[in-house]
């Protein structure tokens, strides 16, 4: 399973980036604007250099000749640039001229199965499913299954199109989407950081450096 930072901010992707187990990046308008960004394109191309991996930037358009044109301009930033196209009708065209054109593309806002499988039809290298926003909708055993829906569809027919699980809340989803077969799951910082942590290890680190210290304090003493 690949992880991903669900984050504009560098700090943040320095520091996850330096841990050696992140697999790329997720960016979307709010998380932009969260961090005050501005001049887009440096800072796209900024995360880029800070991760080995792909690293989604999402359109602003809605119409399909305007998705086509930003997609286009934020594919030649970088060879790692996945275009974040939302899960609309010209959405779909634009992932499907996209695949023609070898650009990768990460289709959002994704809430259904059956949009999923209209997002793979067009050939997009990943699908975001929300998984926190349909829980905050619906209940965590219907977000659940939609993941799991996604992913056994995906298996089923054989898509190459990733189930990029996002809209991630906590360590929890995460086991979740792992169970599932997701392919990625994009996370934020704090969740991210949050994978590594467990109150038993703290504890028991604690007993065995008392131990030691013990030890040692007896032999040299
Ligand atoms: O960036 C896409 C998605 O992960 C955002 O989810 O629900 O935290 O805004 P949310």
Redesign the pocket.
Known sequence: MKLFL?TANLEEITTASSLGVLDGV???P??MAKEGITAVDSHYSRICELVDGDV?A?VIATGYAGILQEGRHYARLHPNIVV?VPMIPAGIQAIKTFSEEGIKTNC??VFSPQQALMAAKAGATYV?P????LE?EYGAKAAETVIQDICSIFKRYSFKTQVLA????NIDHVRMCAIAGADVA?I?YKVFQALMLHPLTDRGLDIFLRDYAKLNDQTTS
Do not use: M, V, W
């Open positions: 669900d997720t960016t979307n709010s998380l989604s999402e974040k959002t806002l975001s929300f998984l926190g926003r905050d996002a809209s991630i809340r994009t934020p």
